[in-house]
Each structure stands twice: as structure tokens, then as C-alpha cells.
């Protein structure tokens, strides 16, 4: 009898270390968007005086949900001189359609369309920015995704910061939008915005920032170049996260824009649901595996349900346990009401709190293998971050 109480006790002090920890990280993380969202920093400001041309690379493949709506954004914006490139590696991708029709109705723009399938790595989007890459004409670069929307004032906001010399890379945080109401796609959606975003608003705190997004990566040309171009990550899942290291270990900072973009999402399973999260939950753990492991303390909820069975439901467990859980919703609160400009609604709530519920057994998931799903295919992700092709047993 003695020997349960004690692990009881035991439990109970790990638990009230782990709501502690939660709680100070959500709080972290509502102080970080009070602070980065509430001022206006001088290098966020665009300058008439300094407004360099600038080439736009879109690596596409299939149709993303709203594709045409999302790469309309592009090519709506309030700057002076650009060029857009878009690519593929088929001819027969149904995005060759949608980059023509967006020629058909820009005439007056720089739109260039690269259908070219080389492969320089196992990463697919990185051999398509290669072959873009010959194209761009300005020496000033803007990478993003297809999924992603931005507001007409985004080459403005996400340049001005590249005119100090000791800016290498500019990044953006973003704000998932579902194109559609299933779970799966909510939950995603609630991952990223409940989730992905105040962690990256906590790290600035406590981390000099060594990694980018993306959802939007700026950055000179002599700067790419320095670092041996996108041939060096060719066989890197996370390109975003390591173009952003290796810039960072060049000596240049990495600057995180107040401009918010959007990026659209809709999933056709649970099952794509569960390789997402498996992806991420693999790749941060192959990247940082000390900081990935200690993750876990942030884990509010999961602590708070330690808490209340280890404390026998009394009153002191349950109140302890409500009050972390407070804390984590009203940081999602504040944080989607001053950074992604969202409410928090009862069904956000709810998506939160499953959200929550569905990351321990994700964050057990990232240690238990070191295989992915990505674009379709199957990979091994190894410690430096490079992926193996591995055999498609079954579809995703």
C-alpha cells in the first residue's frame, strides 16, 4: 500500500513539473505575439528608396486545393518590378493549366512557365527549384509554396528587411485555412494554427532562430550562392529548415516578417491526417532531437489528465488541472486574435483540446521509426537529414 502511494506521489510531482513547464511556455508564448505583433520594427517597413526587382519561384506539382485563387495573389501585387516562374516537372500537370490561364490574364507580367523533370536528389521540389532557378532574372529571391495565399502588400513587407546587408533570409509565419470542413482537415488546420504558431512565437524568446518556412523564403541571390545553391539540399526533406540553418551557420540572421500569409489545406483522410503529423513529429527529431524530446513538458493537457488520476480526482488535482488547461486555451485566444487574426470560437475549442490529445501518441510515433511519407512517396529520413527512397508497399 505504501509503495502506491509513493508512485502516486511520485506522478503527482511529475505531473505538477509538466503543468508548470506548460504553463510557462504558453505564457511565453502570448508575451512573444504581445511583443512581436504590438510594435512595428523599423526593418518591416518598406522604403519607396529601396524596392529591388524581385523573381518569384513557385515549384508546383498537381492541383492544390484552390490553386488558381492562391497563385492569383502573385500576381496582384502592389510592387514595382517583378517576375513570377512557376514550375513543373510533367507537362501533363494539371497546374500547367492554371499558370496559363494566369498568363492569358496578365499579359502585361513577367510569367514564365517551366515544364523540365531532371532530378538532381531525392527531393523533388528542390530539383524543381534547380531548373526554375536558370530563369530567374533579379537578383533578389521570393520562394513559396502553392498552397500558399498572400495579401498585396506581401513583396513589400517580406523584401524591405533584405536591405540590411546582415539580414540573410526572411521568413514567414502562416495561418491555415481550411478549404474544406472535414475533421482531418480541421484538425490539421488547428495543428498549425493552435500548435505550430505559438511555438514558433515561444522560441524566439529562448532560441536565436536557425531555421525558416515554406511559406515564404527571401533571400539574395549572392546569399544562395554562398551557400553552394540548392544543389547542397537536393536530398533534404526539410529544405525550408535547412536553407534557413545553413544561412544561419554563414553568419547572416534570419528575420521572422510580421506579414502573416495563408496557406489553404484540405486532406482526404484520416490516414493523410496521421502521416502529416508522423512527418513533422520524424523530421523535427532528426533535426533536433534534445529539443524535440523535451517537447513533451509543453504538453499542458497531457499533464493536466496525469495530474487529476494521479491526484484521485480531489478538488486540488482538478483545479490545477483546469487552470493549465485555461492557460493553453486563452494563449490560443490571444495568439489567433493578435497575430493570425482569427476567434476563438466553442468549436475551436474542442478542435484544440483533440488537437492536444493527438500529440502525445504522435510525439511516441517519432521515436518508434525514421520512415515518411511525402509527396506521394515513401522515404527513410536519416540523422543528417537526407532522405532514401524507399518502396511504395501501399498508397497513403
Known amino acids: 500500500m505504501g509503495n502506491v502511494v509513493f508512485d502516486l506521489s511520485l506522478w503527482q510531482i511529475i505531473a505538477w513539473i509538466g503543468m508548470a513547464v506548460a504553463s510557462w511556455f504558453s505564457l511565453t508564448c502570448a508575451y512573444s505575439a504581445w511583443d ?23 515549384p ?42 494566369l498568363q492569358r490574364e496578365h499579359p502585361t507580367l513577367d510569367i514564365e512557365l517551366i515544364v523540365d523533370g531532371r532530378l538532381y536528389g531525392t527531393n523533388d521540389k528542390v530539383s524543381n527549384l534547380i531548373n526554375m532557378y536558370r530563369r530567374a532574372k533579379h537578383d533578389v529571391l521570393v520562394l513559396s509554396d502553392g498552397d500558399i495565399r498572400v495579401p498585396p502588400d506581401y513583396l513589400q513587407r517580406v523584401v524591405a528587411p533584405l536591405r540590411d546587408e546582415r539580414i540573410g533570409l526572411v521568413t514567414c509565419m502562416y495561418r491555415a485555412v481550411a478549404a ?7 484538425l490539421w488546420c488547428t495543428t498549425i494554427n493552435a500548435l505550430l504558431t505559438p511555438q514558433i512565437l515561444g522560441a524566439r524568446k529562448v532560441e536565436k532562430p536557425t531555421y525558416a518556412f515554406g511559406a515564404t523564403l527571401a533571400l539574395r541571390r549572392s546569399t544562395l550562392e554562398a551557400i553552394h545553391g540548392f544543389e547542397e539540399i537536393a536530398n533534404m526533406l526539410a529544405d525550408d529548415y535547412q536553407l534557413g540553418n545553413r544561412i544561419a ?110 500529440q502525445m501518441p504522435v510525439w511516441v510515433g517519432g521515436f518508434l521509426g525514421n520512415s515518411v511519407w511525402w509527396s506521394g512517396r515513401r522515404f527513410r529520413v536519416l540523422k543528417s537529414g537526407e532522405m532514401q527512397a524507399l518502396p511504395v508497399t501501399s498508397s497513403p
Open 60 to 101: 508546383l506539382k498537381g492541383l492544390d486545393p484552390q490553386l488558381y485563387e492562391n497563385l492569383s495573389t502573385f500576381c496582384r501585387q502592389e510592387y514595382p518590378r517583378f517576375q513570377i516562374v512557376f514550375g513543373v516537372a510533367d507537362r501533363q500537370d494539371p497546374a500547367v493549366a492554371v499558370v496559363r490561364t
Open 180 to 186: 474544406h470542413s472535414d475533421l482531418p482537415t480541421l
Open 249 to 358: 551557420a554563414h553568419g547572416l540572421q534570419l528575420w521572422l516578417s510580421e506579414c502573416v500569409v495563408d496557406t489553404v489545406l484540405a486532406l482526404a483522410s484520416w490516414r493523410q491526417l496521421f502521416h502529416h503529423l508522423l512527418r513533422r513529429a520524424r523530421t523535427n527529431r532528426s533535426h533536433r532531437p534534445l529539443g524535440y524530446f523535451f517537447t513533451v513538458l509543453t504538453q499542458g493537457l497531457l499533464w493536466a489528465i496525469v495530474n487529476v488520476v494521479a491526484g484521485g480526482f480531489g478538488v486540488l488535482a482538478l483545479s490545477a488541472s483546469l487552470l493549465t488547461i485555461g492557460i493553453r486555451l486563452t494563449t490560443v485566444a490571444f495568439v489567433g486574435r493578435r497575430g493570425l487574426r482569427a476567434r476563438l470560437t466553442m468549436a475551436d475549442v474542442f478542435l484544440v483540446l483533440l488537437t492536444d490529445l493527438l
Open 36 to 58: 512581436f505583433f504590438g510594435r512595428r520594427r523599423s526593418e518591416d517597413l518598406p522604403s519607396p528608396d529601396w524596392m529591388p526587382a524581385v523573381t518569384m519561384l513557385k
